[in-house]
């Protein structure tokens, strides 16, 4: 599970003063440097007042000076600009009998939908009992990212992010499913961000079978190349061509075969297109080949 990190500090820092502390950023390969912001993130918690502040200053202004776009869903506050590769973000999570859970659902929250991460991050309980979350952990260089591969996954325990309590979520190693705490409640995080990791896929599992459900974070270029080959060219499918057979990521070489077989009206022709990426010699694009090819025969 996330690894929990002591509580030592009384001081209290300002949203201003964090940020400016946040330049070190932290390589979470050093115990040492991630404890320490995890200090710089436990000074900020202390501020009792800092968040309410800027929210209703936030409402004044009717959102006309607000901080850059949040990608991670209605919750989601970022409170600081990317800084020495880091940036801070406040969380809200309602409870299960709040209107807001119930009318956008559950998963517009990420609760009951198991994942990892594929960046390192520090949270902190900030208001409220927390969400609760059953934790596991995966070896992910055994992984293949396959739909419905077996991953060993090991559980740890079920816990909540009370307030204050401090942890650091290891990137590919750590799983978990959230559950809606008792009452409405905040986290704060210091986000990891490292060139490439998008690259790094991020997975949903299913807690039933230990499986794979899926890429939980698609790239811009995989969007790219479908949109290309639709488009049509000689180029775009030049492209796409190489890279099904050798870029090294799998998920964009899935992307060029899916895009190529949108184009096919022919059974017989898509699954010799799906044959080939069987024989490709990536094994997540394999595994998925064979799902495409055996749904041609329905």
Not at 168 to 191: K, W
Not at 205 to 217: H, I, M, W
Not at 265 to 278: G, I, M, P, S
Request: glycine share 8%; charged share 25%; hydrophobic share 40%.
């Amino acid at each position: 599970m996330p690894r929990v990190i002591a509580n030592r500090e009384s001081d209290v820092a300002s949203l201003e003063a964090t940020i400016e502390a946040l330049a070190a950023g932290f390589d979470p390969r050093d115990v040492g440097d991630t404890d320490r912001a995890a200090g710089v993130l436990e000074r900020l918690a202390n501020n009792r007042s800092f968040l309410g502040d800027l929210l209703i200053d936030q409402l004044r202004e009717r959102h006309r000076d607000t901080f850059e776009d949040s990608a991670y869903g209605p919750q989601a506050i970022v409170l600081s600009p990317l800084v020495g590769g880091c940036f801070l973000r406040a969380n809200i999570w309602p409870a299960e009998s709040e209107s807001s859970l119930r009318s956008s659902g559950a998963d517009s929250f990420v609760y009951g939908l198991p994942h990892d991460h594929n960046f390192d991050f520090l949270t902190a309980g900030y208001f409220g009992p927390g969400y609760r979350s059953d934790y596991y952990e995966i070896d992910y260089g055994a992984i293949a990212g396959f739909r419905g591969e077996h991953a060993a996954m090991r559980f740890v325990e079920r816990s909540a992010l009370s307030e204050g309590k401090l942890m650091h979520y290891r990137a590919h190693v750590d799983v978990h499913s959230q559950l809606p705490p008792e009452a409405t409640s905040v986290s704060l995080n210091i986000m990891r961000v490292d060139a490439g990791q998008d690259w790094f896929d991020q997975y949903g599992f299913d807690l039933d079978s230990s499986a794979v459900t899926g890429v939980l974070n698609p790239s811009a270029s995989e969007t790219f190349l479908r949109c290309a080959v639709a488009f049509g060219g000689d180029s775009a499918l030049d492209l796409a061509e190489h890279f099904g057979r050798s870029h090294p990521s799998g998920r964009m070489r899935l992307a060029s075969f899916e895009a190529r077989s949108g184009l096919l009206q022919c059974t017989e022709d898509r699954d010799a297109l799906w044959r080939e990426a069987e024989g490709a010699g990536n094994l997540m694009l394999a595994r998925e080949a064979q799902m495409r090819r055996a749904a041609l025969q329905l």
